[in-house]
Antibody, heavy 118, light 110 residues
């Protein structure tokens, strides 16, 4: 059974850093495209970043230069390193498997809340 | 990057059909057949309902269907059931290895 479990969220001050983790089971992270998607309070979903099976990474303009996506093949875990955090980064962060064929995300985690506030 | 445009809310009575629209541009929805739809009950993981505009994953009810015309995609739910009440999001590939989602539509089953 495919499962994705996020962790690492919490309260952080503006300008601070946080690392999110997404532990996967039932499949191999390194053989799949993996993504982070976030949802700010009262807002819709926002795509954040993707890491391809080959290792290439891409980011939304809103986080480029501040966030880094990576994975640990031995731990079968996806990460999102977030630096220079801003109030507008406050959101529930979801990891998702995909996009398959460049199109869709077939499994999602339940999310972890990041709150950026002084 | 602006989000894809969805109605904030839609509603229908049990047994009725509803349609949720998702409007983008020729650079995203209109440019690729990579539109997907997700059902999200708050506090839970989003669930894939439709992919590649009109394909249904195994296990998803055939009451859910998708289509696209120009820059607008649509999700139709027929035979509404109480369990369908949720938030629905569309998603699309856009350009240069980036993706985008809609603002979400809250479906209320009256």
């Amino acid at each position: 059974e495919v499962q994705l479990v996020e962790s690492g969220g919490g309260l952080v001050q503006p300008g601070g850093s946080l690392r999110l983790s997404c532990a996967a089971s039932g499949f191999t992270v390194s053989s799949n495209y993996m993504s982070w998607v976030r949802q700010a309070p009262g807002k819709g979903l926002e795509w954040v970043s993707v890491i391809y099976s080959g290792g290439s990474t891409y980011y939304a303009d809103s986080v480029k230069g501040r966030f880094t996506i990576s994975r640990d093949n031995y731990k079968n875990t996806l990460y999102l390193e977030m630096n220079s955090l801003r109030a507008e980064d406050t959101a529930v962060y979801y990891c998702a498997r995909g996009p398959y064929s460049g199109s869709y995300y077939d499994y999602w985690g339940q999310g972890t809340l990041v709150t950026v506030s002084s | 990057q602006s989000a894809l445009t969805q109605p904030a809310s839609v509603s229908g009575s049990p047994g009725q059909s509803i349609t949720i629209s998702c409007t983008g541009t020729s650079r995203d929805v209109g440019g690729y057949n990579y539109v997907s739809w997700y059902q999200h009950h708050p506090g839970k993981a989003p669930k894939l309902m439709i992919y590649d505009v009109s394909k249904r994953p195994s296990g998803v009810s055939n009451r859910f269907s998708g289509s696209k015309s120009g820059n607008t995609a649509s999700l139709t739910i027929s035979g509404l059931q109480a369990e369908d009440e949720a938030d629905y999001y569309c998603g699309s590939y856009t350009r240069s290895n980036t993706w985008m989602f809609g603002g979400g539509a809250k479906l209320t089953v009256l």
